[in-house]
């Protein structure tokens, strides 16, 4: 059974990643995919000199707020998004098709990376035989 792997980069937006995680849980419920469509995030700090400006920028935040009410607060918190993660967020996607299945193989490499929170993460679709195959794969086995 070859694999094909899907790399998505969701850089920090961490609102992005958990949508196209549940969507991909709701594919596999719903068509039945358990070992065929499996995925994993991966998470990596980011550089030491943008962890000191995330640092800077925080203090900041919390002197702000101390002047403030704790009723006034808790009335900002739902008004802004979901701060993103300092991490950087990655999603590998296997899709692991018997050879019968190719057309199977073939819809669901073209939709995974057309529908919406995976759009904009730069899906790079992996198929064996090339060049980066390897290393993704193993990068994907070393992921817990």
């Keep these: 059974m070859a694999h094909i792997y899907i790399v998505f980069e969701f850089a920090k937006d961490e609102q992005k990643a958990q949508q196209a995680r549940h969507k991909l849980e709701t594919w596999k ?4 995919l358990d070992k065929k469509l499996l995925y994993k ?6 550089s030491p000199a943008a962890d000191g400006d995330a640092k800077a920028a925080k203090p900041a935040k919390e ?3 101390k002047g403030k009410g704790k009723s006034v607060a808790k009335k900002e918190a739902p008004s802004e998004p979901t701060p993103a993660t300092n991490e950087d967020i990655r999603l ?3 899709l692991g ?13 073209q939709r995974i990376p057309s529908e919406e929170p995976f759009k904009e993460a730069a899906p790079v679709i992996i198929k064996s035989g090339e060049a980066d195959f ?4 193993q990068e994907f086995e070393d992921l817990a």
């Design 41 to 46: 995030l991966e998470r990596t700090a980011p």
């Design 134 to 137: 390897a290393a993704t794969e």
């Design 63 to 65: 002197e702000k707020t």
């Design 97 to 109: 098709f018997s050879g019968h299945e190719k057309l199977s193989e073939q819809r669901w490499v």
């Design 92 to 94: 590998l996607v296997r």
């Design 29 to 32: 419920q719903a068509f039945r």
